[in-house]
């Protein structure tokens, strides 16, 4: 089945403990992305990447990092986590940035 | 800047009723639009698309049609149910240059009554 996952899909962390949330595509798609939700606000680009070794940041980037190793894993990584990047996060790939995107299905994560 | 905006919600309506969530974009070239749906602890899914003026897409008695004179592409469905109960993104790509980034309205929740 072709799909986008994520792990963990709940974590609950406490302030300036780094962590890693992983996100994996099975369609051989080029173009990856994150985004974090928060109510009110609609979904806003973190980070996105058109393919292996190419990354580049999207409008909410600071506090993120990403890499792009292999075609099918794009983690997000936040090395210090604070409060406020409490949010719903969701990764998605595409053929290509032009095209739609899967989204895979969410992460939630709670910073202390 | 680009942006979509949403009419707010919640939208309450009773099953077999007609629905109608408004969406206007702004944006520079000539973006691609989409209506995408969230259920209940799920991610986003594709409902709809359209990627030039004029286009309807449609999906699942989804309509939404690119009006680029008003520059909006509102979404329609003649008869909803129960199970169509969600959160409704409206987004837009960037027309050249693409990075790939979707811009988002804020969301709109259906809530639909037995």
């Known amino acids: 089945e072709a799909q986008v996952t994520q792990n963990p899909r709940y974590l609950i962390t406490v302030t300036g403990k780094k962590l890693t949330v992983t996100c994996s595509q099975n369609m051989n798609h080029e173009y990856m992305s994150w985004y974090r939700q928060d109510p009110g606000l609609g979904l806003r680009q973190i980070y996105y990447s058109m393919n292996v070794e190419v990354t580049d940041k999207g409008d909410v980037p600071e506090g993120y990092k990403v890499s792009r190793k292999e075609k099918r894993n794009f983690p997000l990584i936040l090395e210090s986590p604070s409060p406020n990047q409490t949010s719903l996060y969701f990764c998605?790939?595409?053929?290509?940035?032009?095209?739609?995107?899967?989204f895979g299905p969410g992460t939630r994560l709670t910073v202390l | 800047g680009n942006s979509v905006t949403q009419m707010e919600g919640p939208v309450t309506l009773s099953e077999e009723a007609f629905l109608t969530i408004n969406c206007t974009y702004t944006?520079?070239?000539?973006?691609?639009l989409f209506w995408y749906v969230q259920y209940p602890g799920e991610g986003l899914q594709l409902l709809l698309k359209?990627?030039?003026?004029?286009d309807k897409g449609s999906n699942k008695g989804f309509e939404a049609t690119y009006r680029k004179e008003t520059t909006s592409f509102h979404l329609e469905k003649g008869s909803v149910q129960v199970s169509d109960s969600a959160v409704y993104f409206c987004a837009l790509t960037h027309g050249s240059g693409n990075t790939g980034k979707l811009i988002f309205g804020q969301g709109t929740t259906l809530q639909v009554k037995p």
């Open positions: 944006a520079t070239g000539y973006p691609s």
């Open positions: 998605a790939s595409s053929v290509t940035g032009a095209y739609e995107q899967f």
């Open positions: 359209a990627t030039k003026a004029d």
